[in-house]
């Protein structure tokens, strides 16, 4: 199982996923899955739902809310890599039904070795080998069961027009680095394994692969103000993907004076990033 490292108590998700538009575009593949879900089963029977990557419990408390509205009773489980993460998913949700574990795909079949549904939101595509996860993924699967995933960092992420932001909030971070850091490098080789980027029918083909048809593919604009870009450079595994090498602070700090440049320069109040949301049934 993947290590976090100490740094990720201060360069935490959890600022990032308070976001309405956040909060706002899961919601939206949740109800999707759960309303499907529940039409699905008899009226009464309890469900369990595993919430693969529950990171600081943003969806995993929507996934009860869901239930609750939809008097569904069900077991609740959060599956996590990071202890800091499960911390704060824990407080957010300590009056609720639900539990958390400690590890990743590879200790899913030993925490729930069948699920009604399976949710894998704003992870995928910082899995290397995607196709093994999601075999992995699917075993645990039940029969009639669902996969419900969603990523903005797949081929079709960059809402049209918004690219020059990006160019713009990276050439800004890099010249902050050399003025203030000279010393800090993107490391070359670090980036060549960097996340890949799959498009929606890639996704798609590889859910085929292991039994999981495609129920539901939504592309869903989010507005996202200067703040959340801000937040979501001072969160430590989005550094490593965008900055490579470079020491989790001086990034932090480099991406966060750079997304305030490139909203005042472009004189723009929110940039649209667009969500993939996929909903899939296991035959
Ligand atoms: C961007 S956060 C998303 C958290 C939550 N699912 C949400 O949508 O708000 C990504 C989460 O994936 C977890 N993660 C990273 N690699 C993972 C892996 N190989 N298996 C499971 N979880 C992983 C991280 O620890 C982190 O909590």
Redesign the pocket.
Known sequence: ??E?PTI?DSYT?DP??RHKF?HDV?LSLVRTAIERLDRDKPTGERVRVV??????????ELILDELARLGRPAEVIG????FE?IAVARERLANREVRFEQ???DQLVQVVPSADAV?????IH??PDKHE?IGKIARVIAPGGLFAC?SSFFEGAYAPGSERFYHLWTRRALGWMRQHHPEARVSREKKATAMQWLSASEYADLLNDSGLRVVTDEHEVALMPLRSWQDIGR?W??IEGALPGVPIPIGADALEYAAAEAFTELNISEVPRIWLQLVAQKA
């Not at 919430?51 to 995993?60: H, I, K, M, P």
């Open positions: 199982m993947a976090t990720a998700f990032f996923a956040y899961n919430e693969l990557a529950s990171g600081t419990g943003a969806v995993t599956v996590e890599p990071s993460a590890g990743d795909v949710f894998f939101c704003n992870a910082l899995v996860v969603n969160y595994l989005f």
